[in-house]
T-cell receptor, first 114, second 117 residues
Framework: KAGVTQTPRYLIKTRGQQVTLSCSPI?????VSWYQQTPGQGLQFLFE???????NKGNFPGRFSGRQFSNSRSEMNVSTLELGDSALYLC?????????????FGSGTQLSVL | AQKVTQAQTEISVVEKEDVTLDCVYE???????LFWYKQPPSGELVFLIR??????QNEISGRYSWNFQKSTSSFNFTITASQVVDSAVYFC??????????????FGKGTMLLVSP
């Protein structure tokens, strides 16, 4: 089984631009969660999608949004980029059918905002 | 509010030494789950263990062992006879059910383990 795939691996953007990151979960997994990892704040939960619906949302501004498609692939979008948005964005998948199950993570997208 | 504290930012050991990574958590819930994940340089987090709040039995898996103590709200991780391949960042995480009825993970800041030959 293929693992969680995130594209692109690296992105460089400038302030004010917007960016879209993509995540393909493990086949059969219907839940996709997104995390932001920075040296200062560590790993922070952004949101979780299950069957195209957002189930949970972290404490991030509205510039951060996401969606999930019928094939469970997910995208997250960040609009009006700020320098502080530079981070590793990690996506994780799970079956989503039981609570507290383990997550399978992708290798992340490293976003640099200049 | 929930919180996970990993007080050790970085630990350096020499191969074959034993090393313990500390994790202290805070939660008001009586039912919760604790996790450990490993993040190698490639970036993806790899699941190591999950423990629920009702199971305080210690667990051993090869060179890895975990000590869960509810009385001190700690869930420590020990690597016995460390190897260079154990070098990574290790995260402790707490899972709690949200108002949505579904759970989310809160991670500690991580402990970077460097094992030198």
């Amino acid at each position: 089984k293929a693992g969680v795939t995130q594209t692109p691996r690296y992105l460089i953007k400038t302030r004010g631009q917007q960016v879209t990151l993509s995540c393909s979960p493990i086949s059969g997994h219907r839940s996709v969660s997104w995390y932001q990892q920075t040296p200062g704040q560590g790993l922070q939960f952004l949101f979780e999608y299950f069957s195209e619906t957002q189930r949970n949302k972290g404490n991030f501004p509205g510039r951060f949004s996401g969606r999930q498609f019928s094939n469970s692939r997910s995208e997250m979008n960040v609009s009006t980029l700020e320098l502080g948005d530079s981070a590793l964005y990690l996506c994780a998948s799970s079956t989503g059918t039981v609570n507290n199950e383990k997550l399978f993570f992708g290798s992340g997208t490293q976003l640099s905002v200049l | 509010a929930q919180k996970v504290t990993q007080a050790q930012t970085e630990i350096s050991v020499v191969e074959k030494e034993d090393v313990t990574l500390d994790c202290v958590y805070e939660t008001r819930d009586t039912t919760y789950y604790l996790f450990w994940y490993k993040q190698p340089p490639s970036g993806e987090l790899v699941f190591l263990i999950r423990r629920n709040s009702f199971d305080e039995q210690n667990e051993i898996s090869g060179r890895y062992s975990w000590n869960f103590q509810k009385s001190t709200s700690s869930f420590n991780f020990t690597i016995t006879a460390s190897q260079v391949v154990d070098s990574a960042v290790y995260f402790c995480a707490l899972s709690e059910t949200q108002n949505s009825g579904y759970s989310t993970l809160t991670f500690g800041k991580g402990t970077m383990l460097l094992v030198s030959p």
